[in-house]
């Protein structure tokens, strides 16, 4: 089988050759020190053996974006407004932090009416200039799985929270819902706009939605501010993406979002990642719960790998069964932190292929 086939069959828990192998990069403060023990220049070897992927690259985000300017910096921190109209400030160090959050472009109705301007759908710019080598590429030579999302620009709550901050994005749901409303609203007509070109001409096998909207204990908004502003529309999503053949459609959330499943799925999202077992996502019970209904994919507990090949063991003989019986891509709950050494991503990779028979 080429990735392709194995990763559609694995997606509808069809018979397969051998189990999807990907899996999440290192920091940049990793991988220098990998290097440092492992001897080695460059990205890791191991992760060439992944199976290969594809992604459509549109762009759902602001065009023209906003001017990138520095505000302030000194010794140790740079100030500075980024291309989504956010002010962050970052260490010099960065590969090593993520950047504070000081400031967001839309304080009021003004400031989203003004934003889209920078939100036409058809803009020209949405598509990569080689669109028509890609397209061709994907209908003639297709052996990998070509996905359509996955950044930061497409999701509903997720879009509020770029745009106004999370705090300020929790009060809108009660200061202002009509406003709440419209923003996704528009944002749900603007993604199926968008994505329609792709979905018609690239023919993806499957289409990634983000949405971050959760931390440790619980999802950020309630299961009843989820069914009254977001379900209706990823339902209307869902039917969309899938009145064009395609029914692989996962969301990527960080967090513990196990009581927005249900309504995830309800709404025609089949898939979950990161899946953080750090926040109670833990794939073995999840599959005892849902069967073959969710589709997942992560949930291998990154701390796992910086404690020893012992606990390694006991993470993956968790879950590569689940891994086994289809319907999961088994990695770690996402990037691979400074803590981790090398000699213990080794173990971990070994291990992991041998036991899903690599």
């Known amino acids: 089988m080429n990735a392709l086939e194995r990763f559609v069959a694995t997606m509808h828990y069809q018979p397969v050759d051998r189990p999807i ?16 023990e492992g001897g080695f220049e460059g990205y890791p070897h191991e992760f060439g053996e992944c199976d290969p992927r594809d992604g459509i690259g549109t762009n759902f985000g602001f065009i023209p974006g906003f001017e990138r300017r520095i505000v302030k910096e000194d010794t140790n921190t740079i100030t500075y407004i980024n291309e989504k109209g956010q002010l962050l400030r970052d260490m ?3 590969e090593e932090s993520m950047p504070e959050f000081i400031d967001y472009p839309v304080k009021n109705r003004e400031d989203w009416e003004n934003l889209k301007e920078k939100m036409n759908p058809d803009s020209p710019e949405r598509y990569p200039a080689n669109w028509g080598e890609r397209v061709k590429h994907w209908t ?7 996905g359509i999302g ?5 999701g509903l709550f997720s ?3 770029e745009v106004m901050g999370v ?3 929790l009060y809108l ?6 406003l709440a409303h419209e923003i996704m609203e ?12 792709a979905l018609r001409e690239a023919k993806p096998d499957w289409v990634i939605f983000w949405e971050d909207m959760a931390y440790r204990t619980a999802s950020l908004i309630s299961p009843a501010m989820f069914r009254e502003f977001m379900l209706p529309r990823y339902k209307r999503l869902a039917d969309f993406i899938m009145s064009f053949g395609i029914d692989i459609i996962f969301v990527d959330t960080d967090g513990n979002v196990n009581e927005l499943i249900p309504l995830f799925l309800e709404a025609g999202i089949r898939g979950i990642y990161p899946m953080e077992a750090n926040s109670g996502m833990d794939v073995a019970e999840l599959r005892k719960k849902f069967g073959k209904e969710l589709l997942m994919y992560g949930g291998v507990d990154k701390r796992a790998l910086a404690e020893g090949p012992k606990a390694i063991d006991r993470e993956l003989e968790k879950c590569v069964p689940v891994a086994l019986e289809g319907g999961y891509i088994p990695t770690v709950d996402h990037s691979l932190p400074p803590d981790i050494s090398y000699a213990n991503f080794q173990y971990y990779w070994e291990r992991k292929k041998e036991m899903l028979g690599i």
């Open 21 to 36: 192998l990907w899996e999440w990069g290192p920091w940049g403060a990793t991988l220098k020190r990998w290097q440092k």
């Open 92 to 94: 010099r160090n960065a």
């Open 140 to 146: 003639t030579n297709r052996t990998a799985p070509v």
């Open 150 to 154: 996955a950044g930061r620009d497409e």
């Open 159 to 161: 879009y509020i929270r």
């Open 167 to 169: 705090e300020n994005a």
């Open 173 to 178: 749901f009660y200061d202002d819902p009509m």
């Open 186 to 197: 528009y944002r749900t007509e603007f993604m199926m706009r968008t994505m329609e070109k």
